[in-house]
């Protein structure tokens, strides 16, 4: 089963409204249940080279050592960074490896449909 939208009102509005989309070095910032993923992407050969830094949300401190993870999602395909409680981060990569679309996704939102 697909993961559905995070947006608050469960609905298809607000899931197209809460996917971003970014250019290469584009730096983006997600906040996903009590996850924080900063990261960027360049274009690799037919892919999306993308370095996320995932941290606690609320670890102003960095009591937690953040984790840097590179994944390489080729064109056309997508990865899910996971978070907690039935949530990750979603990151697709375009047809033509030029822009990302990033996404918190939750699987519970629609568990009930």
Known sequence: MPLASF???NSHAG???S???????????HIVGSR???????????SCAVTVLNAAA???RLTE????????IPAGDRAELKA??????????????DAIKVVPLDNKAFANR
């Open 19 to 29: 996917v971003a989309t970014y250019k290469p070095i584009q730096g983006f910032n």
């Open 58 to 60: 609320d670890d102003d």
């Open 15 to 17: 899931y197209v409204a």
């Open 36 to 46: 924080q993923f900063v990261g960027y992407f360049v274009t690799a050969k037919d």
């Open 84 to 97: 907690d409680h039935g949530k990750a981060l979603g990151i697709a990569c375009t047809a033509d490896a």
């Open 65 to 72: 050592t953040p984790q840097r993870q590179t994944l390489t």
């Open 7 to 9: 947006a608050q009102d």
